[in-house]
Protein backbone atom coordinates (compact mmCIF):
# COMPACT_ATOMS: atom_id res chain seq x y z
CA UNK A 1 0.00 0.00 0.00
CA UNK A 2 1.70 3.44 -1.24
CA UNK A 3 1.48 5.77 2.01
CA UNK A 4 1.82 9.15 2.12
CA UNK A 5 3.76 11.83 4.42
CA UNK A 6 0.80 13.63 5.31
CA UNK A 7 -2.96 13.29 4.76
CA UNK A 8 -5.92 15.19 3.50
CA UNK A 9 -10.08 14.34 3.14
CA UNK A 10 -13.07 16.06 1.56
CA UNK A 11 -16.15 14.23 1.13
CA UNK A 12 -14.60 11.33 -0.44
CA UNK A 13 -11.20 12.47 -2.08
CA UNK A 14 -8.46 12.08 -0.47
CA UNK A 15 -4.38 12.71 -1.44
CA UNK A 16 -1.63 15.01 0.22
CA UNK A 17 -2.49 17.94 1.69
CA UNK A 18 -1.24 20.46 -0.24
CA UNK A 19 -2.84 18.92 -3.19
CA UNK A 20 -6.86 18.67 -1.79
CA UNK A 21 -9.41 21.63 -2.74
CA UNK A 22 -12.84 22.76 -1.23
CA UNK A 23 -15.66 24.67 -2.50
CA UNK A 24 -15.03 28.49 -2.32
CA UNK A 25 -18.77 28.64 -0.87
CA UNK A 26 -18.45 26.39 2.08
CA UNK A 27 -19.78 27.94 5.17
CA UNK A 28 -16.53 27.59 6.99
CA UNK A 29 -14.52 30.11 4.81
CA UNK A 30 -17.21 33.07 6.16
CA UNK A 31 -18.65 32.23 9.13
CA UNK A 32 -16.51 29.56 10.52
CA UNK A 33 -19.63 27.19 10.58
CA UNK A 34 -18.46 23.93 12.28
CA UNK A 35 -17.25 21.85 14.46
CA UNK A 36 -14.12 19.53 14.84
CA UNK A 37 -12.35 16.92 16.87
CA UNK A 38 -8.92 15.65 17.16
CA UNK A 39 -7.10 12.53 19.00
CA UNK A 40 -3.40 10.65 18.06
CA UNK A 41 -2.20 7.32 16.58
CA UNK A 42 0.06 5.35 17.89
CA UNK A 43 1.26 2.24 15.58
CA UNK A 44 -1.08 3.11 13.29
CA UNK A 45 -3.98 2.42 16.21
CA UNK A 46 -6.28 5.98 16.75
CA UNK A 47 -6.82 6.37 20.83
CA UNK A 48 -10.03 6.90 22.38
CA UNK A 49 -11.78 7.06 18.63
CA UNK A 50 -15.28 6.35 20.27
CA UNK A 51 -14.91 8.89 22.92
CA UNK A 52 -14.12 11.82 20.38
CA UNK A 53 -16.74 10.55 17.55
CA UNK A 54 -19.28 10.99 20.12
CA UNK A 55 -18.21 14.44 21.05
CA UNK A 56 -17.82 14.97 17.63
CA UNK A 57 -22.01 13.99 16.97
CA UNK A 58 -22.26 16.03 20.55
CA UNK A 59 -20.95 19.35 19.48
CA UNK A 60 -22.78 19.10 15.69
CA UNK A 61 -26.51 18.59 17.22
CA UNK A 62 -25.86 21.55 19.83
CA UNK A 63 -25.17 23.80 16.57
CA UNK A 64 -27.84 21.98 14.27
CA UNK A 65 -25.63 20.43 11.76
CA UNK A 66 -26.63 17.54 9.99
CA UNK A 67 -23.83 14.89 9.39
CA UNK A 68 -24.83 12.13 6.60
CA UNK A 69 -21.99 10.05 7.68
CA UNK A 70 -22.99 7.58 10.79
CA UNK A 71 -20.48 7.27 13.90
CA UNK A 72 -19.45 3.85 12.51
CA UNK A 73 -18.86 4.81 8.82
CA UNK A 74 -16.82 7.53 10.31
CA UNK A 75 -14.72 5.34 12.93
CA UNK A 76 -14.02 3.09 9.41
CA UNK A 77 -13.00 5.86 7.17
CA UNK A 78 -10.48 6.99 9.69
CA UNK A 79 -9.42 3.44 10.52
CA UNK A 80 -8.62 3.13 7.15
CA UNK A 81 -6.82 6.65 6.01
CA UNK A 82 -4.27 6.51 8.75
CA UNK A 83 -2.92 3.22 7.30
CA UNK A 84 -2.39 5.43 4.12
CA UNK A 85 0.25 7.76 6.37
CA UNK A 86 3.98 6.79 6.15
CA UNK A 87 4.30 7.76 10.35
CA UNK A 88 2.40 5.20 13.04
CA UNK A 89 2.38 8.57 15.11
CA UNK A 90 -0.11 11.16 14.32
CA UNK A 91 -2.34 13.84 14.39
CA UNK A 92 -6.20 12.69 13.60
CA UNK A 93 -7.95 16.40 12.89
CA UNK A 94 -11.47 15.59 11.88
CA UNK A 95 -13.82 18.42 11.16
CA UNK A 96 -17.70 18.75 9.66
CA UNK A 97 -18.91 21.97 8.56
CA UNK A 98 -22.53 22.82 7.67
CA UNK A 99 -22.66 22.57 4.21
CA UNK A 100 -21.98 24.76 0.73
CA UNK A 101 -24.54 27.73 -0.54
CA UNK A 102 -24.12 31.10 -1.27
CA UNK A 103 -22.45 33.30 1.87
CA UNK A 104 -25.39 34.45 3.67
CA UNK A 105 -26.15 34.37 7.29
CA UNK A 106 -29.50 32.47 7.31
CA UNK A 107 -28.53 28.39 6.73
CA UNK A 108 -30.63 26.02 4.65
CA UNK A 109 -32.31 23.60 6.84
CA UNK A 110 -31.69 20.88 4.03
CA UNK A 111 -27.68 21.43 4.32
CA UNK A 112 -25.64 18.39 4.38
CA UNK A 113 -22.04 18.42 5.59
CA UNK A 114 -18.92 18.36 3.97
CA UNK A 115 -16.89 16.30 5.98
CA UNK A 116 -12.73 17.07 6.54
CA UNK A 117 -9.83 15.59 7.85
CA UNK A 118 -6.28 15.77 8.40
CA UNK A 119 -3.28 13.55 9.34
CA UNK A 120 -0.09 14.72 10.07
CA UNK A 121 2.86 13.03 12.29
CA UNK A 122 2.68 14.07 15.96
CA UNK A 123 3.59 12.81 19.02
CA UNK A 124 1.61 12.81 22.03
CA UNK A 125 3.52 15.18 24.82
CA UNK A 126 5.19 13.46 27.12
CA UNK A 127 3.71 13.24 30.76
CA UNK A 128 6.17 13.95 32.93
CA UNK A 129 7.12 17.57 31.57
CA UNK A 130 6.22 20.28 33.55
CA UNK A 131 5.10 23.15 32.23
CA UNK A 132 4.63 27.29 33.00
CA UNK A 133 1.52 29.03 32.62
CA UNK A 134 -0.19 32.66 32.93
CA UNK A 135 -3.49 33.58 34.22
CA UNK A 136 -6.07 36.05 31.83
CA UNK A 137 -9.82 36.64 31.44
CA UNK A 138 -11.48 34.44 30.04
CA UNK A 139 -13.59 36.64 27.29
CA UNK A 140 -14.55 34.16 25.11
CA UNK A 141 -18.53 33.71 24.56
CA UNK A 142 -21.29 31.11 26.27
CA UNK A 143 -20.92 27.69 24.23
CA UNK A 144 -17.23 26.77 25.10
CA UNK A 145 -19.14 23.40 25.15
CA UNK A 146 -19.65 23.44 21.65
CA UNK A 147 -15.84 22.10 19.85
CA UNK A 148 -16.70 25.02 17.56
CA UNK A 149 -14.11 25.60 14.31
CA UNK A 150 -14.71 29.50 15.36
CA UNK A 151 -10.87 29.54 16.79
CA UNK A 152 -10.35 33.42 16.95
CA UNK A 153 -9.69 33.31 20.65
CA UNK A 154 -7.78 30.25 20.84
CA UNK A 155 -5.07 32.21 18.16
CA UNK A 156 -4.74 34.84 19.91
CA UNK A 157 -4.59 33.21 23.65
CA UNK A 158 -1.91 31.12 21.65
CA UNK A 159 -0.17 34.35 20.36
CA UNK A 160 -0.49 35.64 24.35
CA UNK A 161 0.92 32.91 25.34
CA UNK A 162 3.76 32.81 23.36
CA UNK A 163 4.94 36.59 23.77
CA UNK A 164 5.03 36.00 27.51
CA UNK A 165 6.98 33.16 26.99
CA UNK A 166 4.56 30.12 28.53
CA UNK A 167 3.04 26.84 27.46
CA UNK A 168 -0.72 27.83 28.14
CA UNK A 169 -2.78 30.43 29.61
CA UNK A 170 -5.68 29.41 31.97
CA UNK A 171 -8.65 31.47 31.86
CA UNK A 172 -10.78 32.93 34.11
CA UNK A 173 -14.13 34.29 34.22
CA UNK A 174 -15.62 37.53 36.40
CA UNK A 175 -15.40 36.54 39.90
CA UNK A 176 -12.59 34.23 39.77
CA UNK A 177 -13.91 31.23 38.53
CA UNK A 178 -11.21 29.45 36.71
CA UNK A 179 -12.77 28.29 33.52
CA UNK A 180 -9.98 26.28 31.02
CA UNK A 181 -6.99 27.06 29.36
CA UNK A 182 -6.69 27.83 25.48
CA UNK A 183 -5.86 24.00 24.08
CA UNK A 184 -6.71 22.15 27.71
CA UNK A 185 -8.82 21.28 30.73
CA UNK A 186 -7.44 22.28 33.80
CA UNK A 187 -7.69 20.66 37.20
CA UNK A 188 -6.56 20.46 40.75
CA UNK A 189 -5.39 17.97 43.17
CA UNK A 190 -6.25 19.82 46.72
CA UNK A 191 -3.97 19.69 50.05
CA UNK A 192 -6.64 17.26 51.32
CA UNK A 193 -5.92 14.95 48.10
CA UNK A 194 -9.10 15.50 46.09
CA UNK A 195 -9.17 15.68 42.63
CA UNK A 196 -10.99 18.92 41.64
CA UNK A 197 -12.22 19.77 38.19
CA UNK A 198 -14.87 22.09 36.54
CA UNK A 199 -18.55 20.57 35.90
CA UNK A 200 -18.99 19.64 32.20
CA UNK A 201 -21.27 23.16 31.80
CA UNK A 202 -21.13 25.64 29.09
CA UNK A 203 -17.86 27.38 29.93
CA UNK A 204 -15.59 24.72 29.45
CA UNK A 205 -15.17 21.55 26.65
CA UNK A 206 -16.00 18.52 27.85
CA UNK A 207 -12.63 16.78 27.42
CA UNK A 208 -11.49 13.38 26.97
CA UNK A 209 -8.66 13.49 28.50
CA UNK A 210 -9.91 15.12 31.72
CA UNK A 211 -12.97 12.13 31.75
CA UNK A 212 -9.79 9.47 31.66
CA UNK A 213 -8.19 11.35 34.86
CA UNK A 214 -11.83 11.42 36.73
CA UNK A 215 -11.82 7.69 35.71
CA UNK A 216 -8.03 6.90 36.84
CA UNK A 217 -9.15 8.82 39.84
CA UNK A 218 -11.92 6.69 40.46
CA UNK A 219 -9.66 3.27 39.58
CA UNK A 220 -6.78 4.60 42.10
CA UNK A 221 -9.57 5.80 44.82
CA UNK A 222 -8.63 9.61 44.70
CA UNK A 223 -11.51 11.47 45.77
CA UNK A 224 -13.02 13.30 43.23
CA UNK A 225 -15.07 16.36 43.01
CA UNK A 226 -16.57 18.17 39.72
CA UNK A 227 -17.06 21.73 40.86
CA UNK A 228 -15.68 25.17 40.04
CA UNK A 229 -12.79 26.40 41.19
CA UNK A 230 -11.12 29.52 42.07
CA UNK A 231 -7.95 31.40 40.85
CA UNK A 232 -6.89 31.37 44.90
CA UNK A 233 -7.96 28.12 45.34
CA UNK A 234 -5.59 27.09 42.45
CA UNK A 235 -2.74 28.61 43.26
CA UNK A 236 -2.99 27.08 46.56
CA UNK A 237 -3.16 23.77 45.14
CA UNK A 238 -1.11 21.40 45.89
CA UNK A 239 -0.91 20.13 42.04
CA UNK A 240 -2.56 22.35 39.48
CA UNK A 241 -3.26 19.49 36.37
CA UNK A 242 -3.60 20.10 32.76
CA UNK A 243 -4.95 17.84 30.33
CA UNK A 244 -5.89 17.36 26.69
CA UNK A 245 -5.74 15.20 24.06
CA UNK A 246 -2.08 15.34 22.92
CA UNK A 247 -0.54 16.33 26.62
CA UNK A 248 -3.03 13.61 29.01
CA UNK A 249 -1.73 14.99 32.40
CA UNK A 250 0.86 17.82 32.74
CA UNK A 251 2.02 19.29 35.70
CA UNK A 252 2.10 23.24 36.35
CA UNK A 253 5.10 24.24 38.38
CA UNK A 254 4.85 28.19 37.76
CA UNK A 255 1.93 30.45 37.11
CA UNK A 256 2.35 33.58 36.81
CA UNK A 257 5.96 33.69 37.00
CA UNK A 258 5.43 32.40 41.00
CA UNK A 259 6.50 28.34 42.10
CA UNK A 260 3.44 26.79 41.97
CA UNK A 261 2.41 22.60 42.33
CA UNK A 262 5.13 20.12 43.55
CA UNK A 263 3.20 19.25 46.88
CA UNK A 264 1.54 16.23 45.73
CA UNK A 265 3.70 14.66 43.66
CA UNK A 266 3.06 10.87 44.41
CA UNK A 267 -0.98 11.65 43.78
CA UNK A 268 0.34 12.94 40.34
CA UNK A 269 2.61 10.64 39.14
CA UNK A 270 -0.31 7.91 39.80
CA UNK A 271 -2.21 9.78 37.53
CA UNK A 272 0.46 10.46 34.60
CA UNK A 273 0.90 6.29 34.89
CA UNK A 274 -2.22 5.52 34.14
CA UNK A 275 -2.35 7.71 31.65
CA UNK A 276 -0.10 6.19 30.12
CA UNK A 277 -1.00 2.33 30.61
CA UNK A 278 -4.42 3.67 29.36
CA UNK A 279 -2.17 4.19 25.66
CA UNK A 280 -0.37 1.43 25.87
CA UNK A 281 -3.00 -0.57 26.50
CA UNK A 282 -5.65 0.86 23.57
CA UNK A 283 -2.85 1.54 20.62
CA UNK A 284 -0.59 -1.61 21.79
CA UNK A 285 2.59 1.00 22.42
Wanted: aromatic fraction near 10%; proline fraction near 4%; charged fraction near 20%.
Amino acid sequence: MPRFENLGYFNGTYGPLDELVVPFNDRVHFFGDGIYDATYTHNHVIYALDEHIDRFFSSAALIDIHIKQTKEEIAALLNDLVQKVETGDQLVYFQATRGTQIRKHLYDDDLVANFWVVLKPMKVKDVYETVSCATLPDNRYYMCNVKTLNLLPAVLYAKQAQKLGVYETILYREGGRVTECYHSNVSIIRTDGVFQTAPTDNLILPGISRAHLIRACRELSIPVEEKPFSLDEMRAAAEIVLSSSGAFCSGVDTLDGVPVGGKAPELLNQLREWTLADWHRQTGA
